[in-house]
């Protein structure tokens, strides 16, 4: 049996069908949930003001010798492994050459949950951001390259990461089985539209000079009309961080 999953987003119901299948997902009890006979809904709190993941910038990206690029934290110090302690809300702009790289909402490691509540951590606390900090400088800035980015060796980059629904539209801290991605497709198609007007004008206050969107392959096109309203930057289509390690162990010597 199909249900309707109903919750509240800025004054605003919304509702998505979650088909047999997911259904049997769901057969865990979740503080967040109610379940009727008929439609379940999600509590109030799941998707307030106080559960946002900000948008931050994460690290400085530099130019160390010719032609090799590394990772300082916002603070301009050499940073050894992946960590979000340094993560600062406030992306610079005015004289800055901002990479902002988008994906699409929170997920799993992008929470914790204390005293019953939802709590938002930073953009890409897990795999995502451990593959960020781990490949990005090695393994892809190369293929961007040679698709056409063009970086000045004497300048610094502040790499931010921005979610244009920065609300857990997975839902796993409510079915707790891990990434559906059919659930958390349909979640962010109708929370996008509540908050495209603000993604566009979030960018526009980053004035970025480079933007890589890697938005998951099953949403990026619905971002591409507010990405193309912003001017002065370059625009680049990636893989989703989450990815990357996976697409890039196909290259290896036989």
């Known amino acids: 049996m199909t249900k309707n999953l ?4 800025k004054n605003k119901k919304l ?5 047999e299948k997911e259904v049997e997902k769901f ?3 979740s503080i967040f949930l109610d379940k009727g006979d ?3 809904e999600i509590k109030n709190s799941f998707f307030d003001k106080n559960s946002l993941v900000p948008d931050i910038f994460r690290y400085v990206l ?3 010798s010719v032609g090799v690029w590394s990772f300082l934290d916002t603070k301009k110090r050499a940073v050894d492994k992946f960590e979000i302690d340094n ?5 610079p702009t005015e004289g800055s050459k901002n990479i902002i790289l988008i994906l699409e909402s929170p997920h799993k490691d992008e929470y914790k949950i204390k005293d019953y509540k939802l709590v938002p951590r930073s953009p890409a606390s897990g795999d995502s951001g451990k593959a960020i900090f781990n490949l990005f400088t090695s393994h892809v800035m190369p293929m961007l390259i040679s698709l056409g980015l063009k970086l000045n060796e004497s300048d610094e980059y502040n790499f931010c990461i921005v979610n244009p629904v920065p609300y857990q539209t997975s839902l796993v801290s409510i ?3 891990g990434l559906i991605s059919s659930v958390r497709d349909k979640v962010w198609k109708v929370m996008y539209p509540e908050l495209k007007e603000i993604f566009k004008s979030k960018l526009d206050s980053y004035k970025p000079f480079i933007i890589l969107n890697g938005c998951t392959s099953n949403l990026k096109d619905l971002l591409q009309p507010e990405i193309n309203q912003i001017q002065n930057c370059k625009v680049f289509n990636v893989n989703h961080p989450a990815s990357w390690q996976r697409s890039l162990s196909g290259f290896k010597i036989p």
């Open 6 to 9: 109903k919750f509240q987003f």
């Open 15 to 19: 509702e998505i069908e979650l088909s």
């Open 27 to 29: 057969s865990a009890t």
């Open 38 to 40: 008929n439609d379940w």
């Open 62 to 64: 530099k130019c160390s």
């Open 87 to 91: 993560d600062s809300k406030n992306i």
């Open 175 to 177: 079915h707790q089985k």
